[in-house]
């Protein structure tokens, strides 16, 4: 997938800064080097101008499985904030890095131990720029 993703400056420099503590911690796992290759390709914005249907950090997305069709709402959150009972998803997680400057619309795929799990990137339920708040 090459759609063109977009990230606020803020997010996409404190994803950057994430990323390095990573590396000098503990190594590169697999999806930390996705979510770098993810920023690389990424169009930044300022956050002042974000589409308010792009997924950015602490949104609250609708998300369609495409295979089995059910729909789930999660949040896009950094690791210290991740909740899984909660539906706070990092932004580490497959699905984190797979969402992350995706718009509506969208469709994304990532691999997992049983194949390929493809989701449409139904709604942005919630974006913190979209509401003027741009330091979440």
Do not use: H
Not at 3 to 19: A, M, P, S
Not at 50 to 61: F, G, K, L, Q, W
């Amino acid at each position: 997938m090459n759609n063109t993703i977009y990230l606020t400056e803020q997010d996409y420099k404190r994803l950057v800064d994430l990323i390095q503590i990573q590396r000098q911690s503990n190594g590169v796992p697999a999806n930390i080097g996705k979510l770098g290759e993810e920023l690389k390709r990424a169009v930044r914005v300022p956050s002042e101008e974000i589409p308010a249907n792009v997924v950015t950090m602490n949104s609250r997305v609708l998300l369609q499985d495409l295979q089995g069709g059910r729909e789930l709402e999660m949040t896009l959150v950094y690791p210290k904030d991740a909740d899984i009972n909660s539906r706070k998803i990092s932004v580490f997680a497959p699905v984190g890095t797979a969402i992350i400057g995706c718009k509506e619309g969208d469709v994304v795929e990532w691999p997992v131990p049983s194949g390929t799990i493809k989701y449409k990137v139904v709604k942005v339920t919630f974006q913190p720029e979209a509401t003027g708040d741009y330091t979440l």
